[in-house]
């Protein structure tokens, strides 16, 4: 065997055994990212460096709603509120707040362990709920390890429209996959740019049902609105730039609205995904690290930071940036609670604006805080409160229900370790 090859096993071995036996994964530990330390820093930093006008990016608050810091679930909330007394400005963007929430649910309703889940989210959260229907669900393999991606589509034949949702992250093993592919070269996404491997072969085996939702006779020219949380969130980005790219919608026919999203793929991809796409909204809660995962290329001469400061903006001029934002990044520093402020991030660079969630830094010591974040949207402890239907009111019994199934401890040792080494052949196997 060559010793590169060697060496890409062991490096293999180690990637699965930290996937698998420590609480975070892979990715967060080679992402440790370059900004600020602390939120707090926030406000003077936005201070000193402001986004010249009309770029200039401002909190958007409700009118007469008393600004709080809320905890969420209990969780404490790492920062001090870096926007209050500053003046409500006019909105830069459609972004809807109250739609948001709406997209949010059904997102949700994807974890749910029956489309009973998603159906009870959609009478919860939907507009004339009566009017609305789920047209098919889908829920196919979508790797070696027989992880399941899932999707499922919403239609009111009255409102002629429909909502494509898909489900986020399923199991530790699936995000190592995940991981696994965005550092190796990235896929041709149909001449528009390169994306992640696994985003694009899972995209593809859901594909054909969505394109039968689509294209459905009974659904010509309906609105669509693509969503999901983490890599339903990616899923949706991609199924509504094939859906422009095919000719079966026109780009103000479409919404794009997802939840705690990773890059998706290159800077040629992102800015072609902004010309396609153009009602695009990455929602953003606090410190969540996911949205900032894989890494992006880093601009060492940024105009106005300093250059010991470890924070740094991502550069879209870098050759080798292998990943990078696409669409507008809507972002809550504090929380998610009627009457928190968020902030349209329209400033620089573009897509991935230095003054709003990149210009966070990421510590281990608190990786169970920007995991919870990941977890929580507006208030809600996702996959659990898809799990219960969505209940308006249900925060006490999502915090009941553990975020992914505990590992089945009935086997014995050697029949888990066996189990184990048996997936990490397969995916060794798929590697080389």
């Not at 699936?174 to 992640?196: C, H, T």
């Not at 969130?233 to 026919?253: C, F, H, P, W, Y």
């Not at 040629?268 to 909204?281: G, R, V, Y």
């Not at 880093?298 to 696409?326: F, L, M």
Request: hydrophobic share 35%; proline share 7%; glycine share 6%.
């Amino acid at each position: 065997m060559s010793s590169g090859r060697h060496r890409a096993i062991v490096l293999g071995i180690l990637l699965f055994q930290i996937c698998l036996f420590s609480p975070i994964t892979s990715n967060t530990i080679r992402l440790k990212r370059q900004f600020v330390q602390q939120t707090q820093q926030f406000g003077q930093f936005q201070q000193q460096y402001q986004v010249p006008s009309p770029l200039n990016v401002q909190p958007i608050q409700p009118q007469n709603v008393p600004q709080q810091i809320q905890p969420i679930n209990g969780q404490p909330n790492p920062a001090q509120n870096p926007v209050q007394n500053i003046v409500p400005k006019a909105k830069l963007t459609k972004y809807n707040e109250q739609y948001a929430k709406i997209m949010l649910a059904l997102s949700a309703g994807a974890y749910g362990r029956s489309a009973r889940s998603a159906e009870e989210c959609v009478a919860n959260w939907m507009p004339d709920a009566s009017v609305w229907r789920i047209y098919a669900s889908i829920n196919h393999t979508c790797d070696i390890l027989d992880n399941p991606c899932s999707s499922y589509t919403v239609v009111s034949e009255a409102r002629r429209e429909m909502v494509i949702v898909f489900r986020g992250t399923k199991t530790k093993e699936q995000l190592f996959m995940e991981g696994w592919q965005s550092i190796r070269p990235g896929k041709d996404f149909y001449g528009a740019g390169k994306v992640n491997k696994y985003f694009f072969h899972a995209l593809s085996v859901l594909w054909p049902k969505v394109h039968a939702a689509l294209t459905d006779a009974n659904h010509n020219n309906f609105q669509v609105t693509f969503t999901g949380h983490s890599l339903g969130g990616a899923l949706a980005s991609l199924a509504a730039m094939r859906t422009v790219l095919e000719g079966i919608r026109k780009n103000d026919q479409i919404k794009l609205y997802t939840f705690g999203q990773p890059r998706v793929g290159n800077v040629e991809f992102a800015f072609k995904h902004d010309e396609l796409i153009p009602e695009s909204f990455r929602v953003v809660f606090r410190m969540d690290i996911v949205a900032h995962m894989p890494p992006c290329a880093k601009n060492e001469h940024y105009d106005g930071v300093d250059q010991k400061d470890d924070s740094k903006p991502c550069d879209p001029s870098a050759s080798n940036g292998i990943a990078y934002h696409h669409g507008t990044e809507i972002w809550y520093p504090n929380g998610m609670d009627p009457g928190d402020p968020y902030f349209e991030c329209v400033g620089s660079p573009r897509d991935e604006d230095f003054h709003c969630s990149d210009s966070l830094s990421f510590e281990m010591s608190k990786y169970s805080t920007y995991i919870s974040d990941h977890r929580h949207y507006f208030g809600h402890k996702v996959p659990a409160f898809g799990k219960l239907g969505c209940p308006p009111n249900s925060r006490g019994m999502e915090a009941l229900l553990p975020s992914e199934p505990k590992e089945e401890k009935s086997a014995g040792l050697f029949q888990r370790w066996a189990q184990k080494v048996k997936t990490l052949g397969r995916i060794l196997r798929s590697v080389f």
